[in-house]
């Protein structure tokens, strides 16, 4: 057994962690020469609803350990930030960053929506649009009809393509598995057939492309950060919540959610699953520091819907995000200056805990943004403070930043998009968020 | 609009009402397409798969006395203790076995429009197998609260899947206590941890189950219902009730309440099984379901004109999904020839086994293709349930990973089969002279089988 079997191993354990990446941009970027022509830009989505006062606890906050019982992250346990926040103690790769000025939060952080619902928020997320219903294309494909000339391409790594990067640019996916060789007589009497099939061609070409360029993302991984066996991936324990599946054995994965777990199989499990998370962000790091990789990638992170258990949950859950932002970080090495990270979710989580040890749908919360090109450290945006008289609806956090502004202003600064275009194209109606300055 | 000739419809009936058709199907349908596919609408619901028969209560209480097991293995420092092994292995064959039955049933049913009705239902009140907790009851869940239910009242169908254990534990119901109910008070005045309101399943009935998202509703509308359905509970090892439905009046919050406008001054359980019956019976709710209906068997942007008659139907007949399901048998739109509807994965792979008169044999290989493609059986992301779109489904790599699947489908089936009559068998009158040229052309049996699998008029229905 060889190394590449070992990444894609561990890559389809990383997928059953509800992991999934998407890629846009390619060479034609390349055709705008100059500082920005290596700028890169990945927007990691929390889906399910992050909870932001768990992300970045503002343990000096007097109001928030009153609001949070049994799920506050006590101050001895937050990796300290500033006299206010913290970050949660599995945020360990963040921390070292954000001590370098290379990671900042935006504590109360919100799209435009209001509604609590997973779907609307998500779509309002990834559309980019001032509410719900009538746009159907992303915010990174609209990104990229705006900046680049048409051979442009998009690549989503999973089985869905998810809505940011759906849109007029052609998006292409992959996601680990045995490959199939373009050249063979099947795929090329398919091509034929599709020919004249307006979903199915395209997709099916774009399909055949990428197996091409994951080959060769694989191969040009850097060394794994820690060594890993095959046989790690195959003693990965069968009857786990995050177990992948893999080829040999396929029932369906369904035991112990991470909540559960604090015994010695269970620590084994989540330093696997982490493991599994850091060679994801390292296989992302591959194709994008090939010289015709993209250059804007969409990471989805499901699994943040926090309504009983949280403590535990999050624990897990933060512990992979760290691990895949970790291995992003290592493998673009010298490439981790021209990029930019944003992570973001649809919504935060009531301030207060409910009667099951969770959080129930809320409003503001954490997102971070990190790279290694970034101006300052610190927090962006202002902090509405827990007292009761700020809380939104007596409830939740209030937002005092529009997400689209974040948006903005990365894209702005960072990618050199047309302020114009953004204004008009990327992100309509969103005069109200203006772009946040002085990230880069 | 004009009908297409019964060839035509009769090919439609098997693969876009029904679930891709089995040898001799399409000919079976040709004398009366529509009479084949009503004959299938029942009163007594859906086929039950044969899996092995234990209620969601048996296995509840099983997995509580795996934990039992596994707490008192760790107390005595051996967390590996091989009975906690073997309980886990049994949980994890008795969902693979489920999935394994239903997939069977789908493969073989005579019935396959029934089928894909109870499908449809069944992912509309999604439970996922994602939590340890619905990890084995996602197979009796379908069977006991969905299936008997497909051709009833919605109502009814609301309120067996709101009061089953499976959906109480999944959208976290089962915890939630009212603030104000003996059961807080209690706790409170013991100096215990109290519990309290969790919204969760309140939330998704209005959103995902019933009136729709875009309904008008607030969260103050939310947070009432949730109050209303404190008590909603499933019984412990020692309740009277045990891992069965429990209202638990003393966790009831109390006092009236006011969902959407309407006050709903009932006592206990009655309260919130009223203001299911009207959400069930809202113009809102039939637009949703109508919706959703249409977009399943015709088009993902449903005719306006169908949508509408389809809530016609639904609020003329009280919700009854019987006649939902001959309006839409009767619905010219759904005959058009052109197949609009991409296959879910789990479509697809069911009806390539229907196609060559098989069934899957082994979850070990039914799995692992369901994941790679995307829809990891029994786990849905999230309480909306899978996706039924082709934007979702025709991506790139799931076509790459589609064709793996039926390269290596047709290395085993393909070999005794002639490929021209399997392409007339499966396809009738929906085959293309390209994709027939294309099987009759192929170098191999194999060749022209994965070809047959891969075309479009057989990715989509």
Redesign the interface.
Known sequence: MNAHVSRRSLLLQA?GL?VSVSFLGGSAFAAADGPMARRKMVVVIC??GMDGLTVSPPVGDPDYAALRG?VAVTPDQALKLDGTFGLHPALESVHALALKGQARIAPAIASPDR??????AQDVLETGAAQ??GVTTGWLNRTLEVMGPSTIEAL??????PLIL?GKVQ?????P????DETA???T??Q???KT?P??GP??????E??AMAQAAMTALNPAPTPVSTDAAAMAP??T?QN??????????????PA?AQ???AITNQRQGREAARQLGSTLAGFMTQASGPRIAAISL?GW?T??GQVGQLNTRLSYLDAVLDGLNTGLGAEWSNTVVVVATEFGRTARV???G?T??GTGSTALVLGGGLRKGGVIGDWPTLKPEALL?N?DVRPTLDMRGLFKGVLAEHMGVDRAALESKVFPDSADAKAVTGLV | MSLPSNDMMAAIAATRFGLGARPGEIEAARSDPRGFLTAQIRPEGADQPLGDGETSAQRLAELSDYQMQRREARQAGDPKADPVKEAQKMLRDQAGADFLARARLGATTDAAFRERWTLFWANHFTVSATKLTTATVVGPFEQEAIRPHVFGRFEDLLVASSTHPAMLLYLDQAQSVGPDSRAALYQRRNAKKAGGLNENLAREIMELHTVGVDAGYSQADVTEFARAMTGFSVGRPRDPNSHRFLFRDNAHQPGARTVMGKGYPQDGQAQALAVMRDLAASRRTAHHVSTKLAAHFVSDTPPPALVARLEMTYLDSGGRLDEMARALVAAPEAWDPAPAKFKTPYEFAISTWRAVGAEPSAIGKLGPVLTGLGQKPFAPPSPKGWADDAQTWCAPDALIKRLRFSEGFAAVAADRLDPDALAQSALGARLTPPVAKAVARAETRREAMALLLMSPEFQRR
């Open positions: 997928a509800g889906r399910g049994a509604a609590r619902s997973h779907f609307e719900v219903y989503s790594v999973g089985a869905t393509a759906r998006a292409a996916s992959w996601s598995g045995k490959g199939v007589r099947l795929p009497l398919l034929d057939l599709y099939d979903m199915m997709a099916f070409a774009r399909g055949l990428t197996e069968k009857a919540w992948a599946v893999n080829t040999s054995d396929a029932t369906p994965r369904v035991m112990a959610p559960m015994n010695a199989q499901d819907d309504h009983a409910n009667g099951t969770g129930d749908h609806e409830r």
